[in-house]
């Protein structure tokens, strides 16, 4: 394939870390990035140049631009951080595969981006572009923190922002693995679709009742660890509601409130835990041969239908400053940026 010099890309117009906490909304990318005609990279020894076909749009990749996550944004690098393409260039056997990928050298909201080799992960003929294209950020991180509901050795387990894309992968988990999913979620509209996918009970945070249907549930089925993708005052509730020994896994913070730690005792007396889960430490640590098998994994669970992904919209990068933060508004499904047109 002819590789151009020049390619339209979404640029960042900040450096470093902006200090704010205001979630993963946006109503407006001009502030943040740049429609612009940048060089094409080049990859160096390691790396890979891929024309990107689809990149998945995350609640992640919203704090990054916002200088809101774990790493610093980088003045002039386009953004984005998954998506699938075709390899066009570097030094791996994969050139002319298409694969999904994790951009770490140059951004995925471009016609072209650049990453090591070793993260490429080559897709099967057919595995669907919109399940390719976020292959790793949620499905990797439903299946590892899923290992740490099977430890846990309870037969149900809690998770909120339920109805996100990853709630529904870790409600398929559950389902499959015979573990009860409790659902959380702040729209009881959610509840009948939540259910069908295999969650055995919803709680509804935003409910009168909440807190005394919670309360009900966790007597019953005694789930000990809370997956915990919002961080707010009804979470820390719920947490100290749980039996002795729960876990209260952080892995995202979808709200801006900060909670009240009103039970510090259960620590100590109860054996109750506090922790976060980072997809990123999670890959340096975990034992090298859990990541083949969790991508041949999640290939045939998308494959066979037992995963699937929801689509809110698919942006051309053309008028994704304009277009992509009203996809992102919508309920109930992902946004992608196609960069082929
Ligand atoms: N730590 C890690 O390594 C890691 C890896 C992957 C993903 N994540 C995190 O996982 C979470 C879900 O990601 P996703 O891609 O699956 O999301 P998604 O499909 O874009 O869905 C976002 C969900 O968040 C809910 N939400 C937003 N603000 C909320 C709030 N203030 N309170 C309660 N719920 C709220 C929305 O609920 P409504 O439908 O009611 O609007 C929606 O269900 C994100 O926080 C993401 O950053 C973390």
């Known amino acids: 394939m002819n590789v151009p010099t020049q390619m339209q890309a979404l640029v960042q117009r900040h450096d470093g870390y902006a200090n704010t906490q205001t979630g993963p909304m946006i109503d407006d990318l001009s502030p943040l990035l740049t429609h612009q005609t940048i060089p094409v990279p080049t990859p160096g020894p390691g790396q890979a140049l891929i024309k990107v076909h689809l990149a998945a749009v995350n609640p992640s990749d919203v704090h990054f631009i916002k200088g809101e996550y774990g790493q610093p944004r980088i003045k002039g690098i386009p953004a984005g951080f998954e998506a699938v393409g075709e390899v066009v260039a570097g030094d791996t056997p994969l050139v002319g595969q298409r694969v ?17 080799v070793s993260g490429l992960v080559p897709c099967r003929p057919e595995f669907a572009d919109v399940d390719a294209a976020g292959q790793l950020v949620n499905p990797l991180t439903a299946i590892a923190m899923f290992d740490l ?20 992968l870790l409600i398929g988990l559950g389902r499959d693995a015979g573990i009860k999913p409790i659902a959380v979620v702040r729209r009881a509209a959610q509840g009948d679709a939540l259910r069908a996918l295999g969650a055995a009970e919803v709680i509804v945070s935003h409910s009168s009742d909440a807190i005394g249907a919670a309360s ?22 719920l947490f100290f509601l749980m039996p002795s020994h729960a876990r209260w896994v952080n892995y995202g913070k979808l709200s801006t409130e900060k909670p009240a730690l009103g039970e510090m005792g259960q620590l100590i007396f109860q054996n109750k835990v506090i922790e976060g889960f980072w ?11 859990r990541i083949p098998q969790a991508f041949a994994e999640i290939q045939e669970r998308f494959v066979t239908g037992q995963w699937k ?13 304009a277009d992509l933060p009203q996809v992102l508004g919508k309920p109930d499904g992902k946004a992608f940026i196609d960069a082929r047109c």
């Not at 999904?100 to 090591?116: I, K, L, Q, V």
């Not at 509901?149 to 529904?168: E, H, I, M, T, Y």
């Not at 997809?279 to 041969?289: A, E, S």
């Not at 992904?309 to 400053?321: E, N, Q, Y």
């Open 149 to 168: 509901v099977r430890q846990s050795g309870a037969d149900s387990f809690v998770l909120n922002a339920a109805g996100s894309q990853l709630g529904k």
């Open 279 to 289: 997809l990123t430490r999670w890959m340096k640590q975990t034992d090298p041969t």
């Open 309 to 321: 992904t929801d689509v809110a919209g698919i942006v051309p990068l053309s008028k994704a400053m």
């Open 216 to 237: 009900d549930v966790f007597k019953t089925l005694k789930p000990r660890v809370l997956l915990d993708a919002v961080g707010d005052q009804f979470t820390a509730d």
């Open 100 to 116: 999904s990928f994790f951009a770490s050298a140059s951004g995925t909201w471009a016609e072209y981006a650049m990453t090591d």
